[in-house]
């Protein structure tokens, strides 16, 4: 599927081995606010394997003990993820919901151990893991270095790129409501409103219905270095 060769890690892999995954997949719906798998689910269901979207979203998140959700990304087409579990062979860390009518392929444990037995592949896995590691203490950081609007800012910058997605150039329109984005930045409602409406009135991003544009980027990045 065009989707996943137009996402820079899948298309950097070799392609006999993009191939064995595809023709590996098995195609999965998931309805809107339908559960794919549960943050703490014993090792054995992690046996389930990995998914890659191939239409609509998936959401990571974490619950706390007082029912507060906190989202951790969000899973655009092009992406597979799943597999830290089955490197780990631990629970899931994260619950995993459909963001949207959401169609999926999901690999199966199996299968990808196979896969992971080619040196390559794995190298593959290792670099994307890497990524993700960086972007994970990235957002660490920002905790503990910057204030609110620099750490929206930032964070509008990593959706415009599609997230876990990390493409080479910024779209100008992120879909997220900022509920969502609330819960991205582990901020109140009334606060989040205050800052994207100060980034606004700098011209960096218009706030539309269910989406924001980037107006500048020059602009949002300059906020991001605040």
């Keep these: 599927m065009q989707v996943f060769f137009d996402n820079p890690w899948f298309a950097a892999l070799p392609p006999a081995h993009a191939r064995t995954m595809l023709a590996a997949a098995r195609p999965m719906r998931l309805a809107q606010g339908a559960m794919l ?25 974490v619950m706390h003990e007082n029912g507060n959700e906190a989202i951790l990304t969000i899973v655009e087409p092009g992406n597979w993820f799943g597999e830290t579990a089955l490197l780990e062979d631990l629970p899931r860390a994260a619950t995993a919901t459909a963001q949207e009518d959401t169609e999926l392929l999901a690999v199966s444990a199996e299968h990808f151990e196979a896969l992971m037995r080619h040196a390559d592949f794995a190298y593959a896995i290792a670099r994307l893991e890497a990524q993700r590691l960086r972007a994970a203490l990235g957002l660490v950081a920002d905790m503990a270095l910057h204030g609110t609007r620099a750490r ?75």
């Design 152 to 226: 929206l800012a930032r964070r509008l910058l990593m959706l415009a790129r599609g997230d876990l997605t990390n493409a080479s150039s910024a779209r100008s329109t992120i879909v997220a409501s900022q509920d969502h984005i609330a819960m991205m930045l582990g901020v109140g409602r009334t606060t989040l409103n205050t800052e994207l409406r100060a980034l606004a009135r700098s011209g960096a991003i218009a706030l539309r219905y269910g989406q924001i544009e980037v107006l500048d980027l020059d602009l949002l990045r300059a906020a991001a270095a605040a």
């Design 37 to 61: 798998y549960l943050q703490g689910e014993p090792a054995a269901k992690v046996r389930d394997g990995i998914w890659g979207v191939a239409s609509g979203a998936i959401r990571l998140s």
